[in-house]
């Protein structure tokens, strides 16, 4: 009984989750590769969009996860960005995601460095706090995603592969 009242809270902290991430944001982020420290700074424009049970979308993540139909995606996110480089203002990736969340799951429909779907587990330190862990192609991903405010999100990624650190990614978000 107790670790169903645990996933109920949990899913009702990701929809809470999602539904205060939604919106435009202007994120800076910067990469630091490793071990030699070098650095690359970024600019994107994000757009988040809550998704609720029975959304198409989710309908179809679900389907590509290979997932039956009594298994229904709580709520999700679509997340499309645009993003350049901040110096040379050289533009680097635009894109759109998928999110859903089943239990402690959260389903993608392509993963950081693939185009194939991924899953990451996730968590809450507090209610503002959502910690991912994604593993695929012998790498891990760690993510912290921070809600400070209305108006900022703080987000750290941690790219590891062979119990060695690849990558620290620094990002800064505020709503526009």
Known sequence: MNSLLQLSQTEDLIAAFFQESEGIWHSERRYYT???VETKEMVSILTIEFLEAGREELRKL???HGLSD???LTCGAKV????????SEKKQSKG???FGAFCNILYRDRGFATPKPVTAKYNFSN???LCLRTEYKDSVFEE??????????TRQSIISR?????????YLEKRI
């Open 162 to 170: 062979a119990g060695e650190q690849l990558m620290i990614g620094q």
């Open 127 to 129: 209610p503002q706090t």
């Open 70 to 72: 009594e298994v229904i």
């Open 96 to 98: 759109e995601t998928l």
């Open 34 to 36: 490793l071990p030699q």
């Open 62 to 64: 679900a389907q590509l």
């Open 144 to 153: 912290e995603l921070k809600l400070v405010g209305k108006n900022y999100r």
């Open 80 to 87: 499309s960005w645009e993003s350049k480089e901040s110096v």
